[in-house]
């Protein structure tokens, strides 16, 4: 067993190198039977729950009612031990471990409330790092008017006092928290876990739905989550099966010093556009060759490359957005000369889309809509600039 330990701890640390500048890889099949037995512990290891999509997490299942779950990128492995039993003597240390009830959690990673609401797991949160006024998921505003959610500052200004006279269990963080270490140490040095959770770093869209998974197999509601996820990948894979409309798209947003953000054609959103039956109009730009999920272009390159595209969305997820084909002009006044905007095709995202990991399924269809002109008034996170 500790020649097994060994080998992971090993596997582990070349992972973690390798992983450092966010692509990632599955682990080949081989190492994952070594890194799932290697707890340290007299746990019997039982099977995993393979992901299908997503590349950045792990679930282990144990004899009795044990689960491990890792977080690929970081190593980070937390064992739930089932309510009433045990904790396993001679775990590694670095294993973190949270018992069933698993409650009281502290989260910061806004991107994954839904996922919780979805799972009927709301119960689970105790604190929150986003204020009531900026929840667009209406059961977690209600549960802060209500002060079942307690707002516990942001990631990087926790208010320690009152996570630590709650009994915070468990604080779930996005990939923010690794530009305030600090933070992480102090939680850990009170006790209280840290996961980051990577679902934005998934480049298939149902990769970061699948996310619903590994928070089913935390709060005890694999059943639900199964659930959803079949859900999800029905109404995604049967978008647009086998259709293509031959209609580019733009997806974009303008950012305060003048550039464009747009999406690199290894992200997850020009997935989605071909998924819908479209072409997303930067896939043979630089940003193709960069690797990264997101590039900013100047105005000038972003004119060349779409201003013949038949149809523009701007990403209203990072500045609240636009209301209007005019507040869009206001940002950036060259629009006016793109084909998009002459013929009535300028789409905006909702708000509350960063906030909503479940929506690729439901914004594919849309997009899918978008090109075929059908049931606007429908759509749940696109609207038309007017």
């Known amino acids: 067993m500790r020649g097994?330990?060994?080998?992971?701890g090993l596997i582990l640390a070349g992972l973690t190198a390798l992983c450092g500048c966010g692509n990632f890889s599955p682990m080949p099949a081989e190492t994952l039977s070594v890194f799932a037995e290697s707890t340290g512990a007299e746990l019997v290891y039982e099977d995993s729950v393979e992901p299908e999509y997503a590349e950045n997490f792990r679930i282990d299942r144990y004899e009795?009612?044990?689960?491990?779950?890792?977080?690929?990128?970081?190593?980070?492995?937390?064992?739930?031990a089932p309510e009433g039993k045990e904790?396993?003597?001679?775990?590694?240390?670095?294993?973190?471990?949270?018992?069933?009830?698993v409650g009281d959690i502290y989260l910061v990673a806004s991107a994954v409330m839904d996922m919780f609401d979805g799972l009927d797991a709301l119960d689970t949160i105790r604190f929150?790092?986003?204020?009531?006024?900026?929840?667009?998921?209406?059961?977690?505003r209600k549960a802060m008017e209500k002060g079942d959610i307690l707002y516990a500052g942001k990631y990087s200004m926790p208010d320690y006092e009152l996570i630590l006279s709650k009994n915070c269990s468990l604080a779930i963080e996005n990939r923010m928290i690794t530009h305030s270490p600090e933070v992480v140490g102090m939680l850990e040095d009170f006790g209280i876990p840290v996961m980051i959770e990577y679902s934005s770093y998934e480049s298939h869209p149902l990769g970061r739905v699948e996310w619903i998974r590994f928070f089913g197999a935390l709060t005890g509601k694999e059943e639900k989550a199964e659930e959803i996820f079949a859900e999800q990948k029905a109404v995604f894979n049967g978008t647009a099966e086998g259709v293509r409309t031959g209609k580019t798209v733009a997806f974009f947003f303008i950012t305060s010093n003048g550039l464009v953000q747009i999406r690199g054609s290894s992200d997850y959103i020009p997935k989605m556009i071909a998924q819908a039956g479209g072409r997303y109009i930067f896939e043979d730009t630089g940003a193709q060759e960069s690797g990264r999920s997101v590039e900013n272009i100047p105005i000038e390159t972003f004119y060349d490359s779409a201003k013949d595209a038949d149809f523009l969305i701007y990403n209203s997820s990072i500045d609240g957005g636009v209301g209007s084909l005019e507040e869009l002009l206001d940002k950036c006044a060259v629009l006016k000369d793109f084909k998009a905007v002459r013929e009535g095709n300028v789409w905006c995202t909702t708000n509350d889309m960063y906030q909503q990991s479940m929506s690729a399924a439901w914004l594919t269809r849309d997009i899918h809509n978008m090109l075929l002109g059908e049931d606007e008034e429908g759509m749940r996170y696109l609207f038309r600039l007017r």
Do not use: C, H
């Open 128 to 140: 929150s790092g986003q204020k009531e006024e900026n929840w667009y998921i209406e059961n977690a």
């Open 4 to 8: 097994k330990a060994l080998a992971a």
């Open 64 to 80: 009795g009612g044990y689960t491990m779950l890792t977080t690929v990128p970081d190593g980070a492995r937390f064992l739930v």
């Open 87 to 101: 904790v396993p003597e001679g775990l590694d240390e670095e294993i973190r471990v949270l018992k069933r009830p």
